[in-house]
């Protein structure tokens, strides 16, 4: 069925043209089956003996049969208009050697004269049934005159060209729809092709925008981490000098001076970790900070970060207690430096959202390949729908507690990047106006 | 007792003079050079116990100062500690270093550093 389709199909570049040598095919594809079915009954006649003039059917059928293949390769190789004149021009000449004279201009076989009219409307063009009839009233007219000797019969003529204004009505109403669909076609694609277009546009202008942030990003990374670094020199000098004053170098100082520079070392403490912190997050962020691990004992950890803390409880009247589970291994392998920093985040996190009570500091075996601090403090809590937010940095649950509770929210931003950075997770656990508890699990191997 | 002398070899002064008290502090004599090319034409001439070097100089860069240290014979018993913020460069040039520290280095810090240094140094002596 496939192979006999595109057997018939016909490349060409105007649609009608193609329309009308498909239909061209069609025909050929009947006549040669009519020619074969003639030829068959030819042989079945002859071979029967019923029929004892079978030279001329023979004839007949072949020259048929013939003819259609020479003007199917026309068709194909050529032009189908020239294919379809061809084809007229045979089936008029079939219908004038099929009959006998007197039969075809005023008998049985005239009416078959309206077959290549009506074709000729739709192979050729819708005016070329006018043509056609024009041809056929020529035939019949000269067969009357000078075959029969007689006058031609107009009514018969009449006849062709009703029947060829018919079928031109027809073909050309046909072809005048085809012709608005290809219009309707044509706009639909040439709109889907507008709306493609602006896509692509659009997509294009949003890559656009996401290189630019990508590159305002890293600008800002940079920028970040050049300034803290400009920052940090003259917050080093301060704390120096800071320093060197408390411990008397440039002389004694008096209870209120020493009050007054003690202030200004804790100020510049505190902004130097700012500083430190926001240095750590860019980096972080640029991938470019590197974990150093070594071998450490917990014990120890816990002990430094414990003692580092004591005064700031004290100093907001909380207790600060700290435990190793006697199971956990007595050295561990990690980044000790960075996970003093974590756990110091966590504490400082505890002791800032924590009025009364108490915060508790413990390091134990979580499983089989992983250990875990924990930070417990009966604090304020974490409502549940901020659990997740308050690990992004410069985020606090409320704006508004940044100014009673000191800081920039980058701790625990940073405390979580780190671990995930050694390969573990912080997970939260939180009840309001009970206390939170933060868990940072960390895989007993430092991932490489 | 001896005097124990070192030198700093820091551009930022304010910082060389925070290193210059914590020395002093810990029992040392100190001389300052700001200048990277100006250190590089003293080391023939100087002998000190300790050198704290900035990598980060104007003219001649902490590690060129630092190879050609370790390459003079008469400053073979000298320790340097090298100074820089660059944590990545630190570790590059610890198999040089007789120290590394990590910027900032707080004035507490490196007075602590020192006494411990000065102390060691006269029981070598």
């Known amino acids: 069925m496939k192979n006999l389709k595109s057997l018939l199909e016909i490349h060409s570049d105007d649609p009608d043209n193609k329309r009308r040598g498909q239909l061209l095919n069609i025909l050929l594809l009947g006549l040669a089956a009519l020619s074969l079915l003639v030829l068959l009954v030819t042989i079945i006649a002859d071979l029967s003996t019923l029929e004892t003039n079978v030279g001329p059917l023979y004839m007949g059928s072949f020259i048929m049969l013939g003819s259609t293949i020479l003007i199917f390769a026309v068709n194909h190789y050529r032009s189908a208009q020239t294919a379809s004149i061809l084809f007229l021009a045979l089936f008029t000449i079939i219908l004038v050697l099929s009959d006998e004279p007197a039969q075809i201009v005023n008998g049985r076989s005239t009416f078959l004269f309206t077959v290549p009219i009506i074709m000729a409307s739709f192979i050729l063009s819708p005016w070329a049934s006018f043509l056609m009839a024009g041809v056929s009233s020529l035939l019949i007219a000269s067969l009357d005159i000078f075959v029969l000797d007689s006058t031609p019969g107009v009514p018969t003529m009449l006849g062709f060209f009703a029947v060829a204004l018919v079928s031109w009505l027809a073909s050309r109403s046909l072809e005048a729809t085809l012709q608005e669909l290809r219009v309707l076609n044509r706009d639909l694609e040439l709109r889907v092709e507008e709306r493609t277009r602006e896509l692509e546009e659009a997509n294009q202008q949003l890559e656009e925008a996401n290189a630019h942030l990508r590159e305002l990003d890293r600008l800002k990374s940079l920028f970040v981490a050049m300034v803290s670094h400009e920052l940090r020199t003259p917050l080093t000098s301060i704390q120096g000098f800071t320093q060197m004053l408390l411990v008397s170098i440039y002389g004694a100082l008096t209870n209120e001076q020493q009050s007054a520079v003690e202030r200004v070392l804790a100020n510049t403490k505190r902004l130097i970790k700012i500083v430190n912190d926001l240095l750590d997050k860019t980096r972080i962020e640029a991938g470019q900070l590197a974990l150093h691990p070594t071998s450490f004992s917990p014990v120890e950890l816990i002990d430094d970060v414990h003692t580092s803390m004591k005064m700031l409880a004290k100093q907001r009247g909380l207790e600060l207690t700290s435990e190793v589970a006697p199971e956990l291994a007595a050295t561990l392998y990690g980044d000790q430096g960075r996970l003093h920093q974590i756990l110091v985040n966590l504490v400082n996190n505890g002791l800032k959202f924590t009025d009364k009570g108490q915060v508790n500091i413990r390091a134990y075996r979580f499983d089989g390949a992983h250990w875990a601090m924990e930070v417990r403090d009966t604090g304020i809590g974490i409502p549940v729908k901020s659990q997740e937010s308050i690990f992004e940095a410069f985020r606090q649950v409320d704006a508004s507690v940044t100014r009673r509770r000191k800081g920039v929210g980058l701790g625990l931003s940073i405390s979580r990047q780190l671990i995930e950075l050694m390969g573990g997770r912080i997970i939260v656990a939180s009840e309001i106006n009970e206390g939170s508890k933060f868990t940072a699990i960390i895989p007993f191997t430092a991932p490489h | ?125």
């Open chain 2, 1 to 125: 007792m001896k005097q124990l002398h070192a030198i700093i070899i820091e551009d930022e002064v304010d910082l060389a003079t925070i290193f210059s008290e914590a020395l002093k502090a810990g029992g040392f004599t100190t001389e300052v050079i700001n200048d990277g090319a100006e250190a590089m034409a003293r080391l023939d001439s100087i002998s000190p116990d300790i050198i704290i070097l900035d990598l980060h100089l104007p003219n001649v860069g902490g590690r060129e100062i630092l190879t050609r240290i370790r390459a003079t014979p008469e400053l073979a018993k000298t320790q340097v500690l090298v100074t820089t913020a660059d944590s990545h460069l630190a570790e590059m040039v610890e198999p040089q270093a007789d120290l590394v520290l990590l910027k900032p280095i707080g004035f507490l810090q490196l007075q602590t550093l020192a006494k411990r240094l000065g102390s060691q140094a006269r029981e070598e002596e």
